[in-house]
């Protein structure tokens, strides 16, 4: 493998980690809820906290998808081991050179916690000062007592030199119990804090 494409598998997963903590910071205005459900995944145990636990499955679902990006840049279908038990499958293709494009599928088995079915697609280009970056998730992940519903969520992501600012799309709802946190994006910006935070609603007992 090149040194190149070893680079922005790297680059991939320090991807999943920033959006996970920009996530983070556009929920923390919500409300509380507890407990949650649905029919599809298995949703497990949460804290109780629907805030903290929707933040929780949906950073650890984002980095998987990122990791996920990272491992199916190799062209074939593969299963992935989880930290600290479980597995995802990821399947579909993603193409080499600059710039890498994929469309890839991640079945989550009790990967890190977590449940469910994920798609992401999109492309990635690098250039002399960094590089750009889109991406589409959809699907439905449960976990840590709620489950994520991925509509159309997405990123238009740039960086220049060290810092990468990303432009959120789409929608993210976690059903928790009785509670549900709703992210509305349209072309939000990481970079403006407020603008995340109302983005986000909770509804529901606890909020």
Request: aromatic content about 6%.
């Amino acid at each position: 493998m090149s040194s190149r494409f070893q680079s922005k598998k790297i680059q991939w997963i320090t991807l999943g980690a920033m959006l996970a903590a920009v996530l983070k910071l556009g929920m923390i205005g919500c409300g509380g809820g507890s407990g949650g459900s649905n029919p599809n995944v298995n949703v497990g145990t949460g804290t109780g906290n629907a805030v903290a636990d929707s933040t929780q499955t949906i950073s650890s679902a984002m980095g998987t998808a990122f990791q996920g990006v990272s491992s199916g840049i190799s062209g074939s279908s593969q299963t992935v081991q989880c930290s600290p038990s479980g597995q995802v499958q990821v399947s579909g293709n993603a193409s080499g050179g600059n710039p890498v494009t994929f469309n890839l599928n991640a079945d989550l088995n009790d990967c890190a916690g977590l449940d469910g079915n994920i798609q992401m697609s999109g492309e990635y280009t690098s250039n002399s000062n960094g590089f750009t970056s889109n991406f589409t998730v959809d699907g439905v992940v449960g976990g840590h007592g709620c489950a994520v519903d991925f509509n159309a969520f997405g990123a238009d992501i740039t960086q220049d030199g060290t810092t990468a600012t990303f432009l959120l799309t789409g929608s993210v709802t976690a059903t928790c119990g009785s509670a549900t946190v709703s992210c509305n994006y349209n072309g939000v910006s990481s970079e403006d804090s407020a603008a995340l935070q109302a983005a986000c609603t909770c509804s529901g007992t606890g909020c």
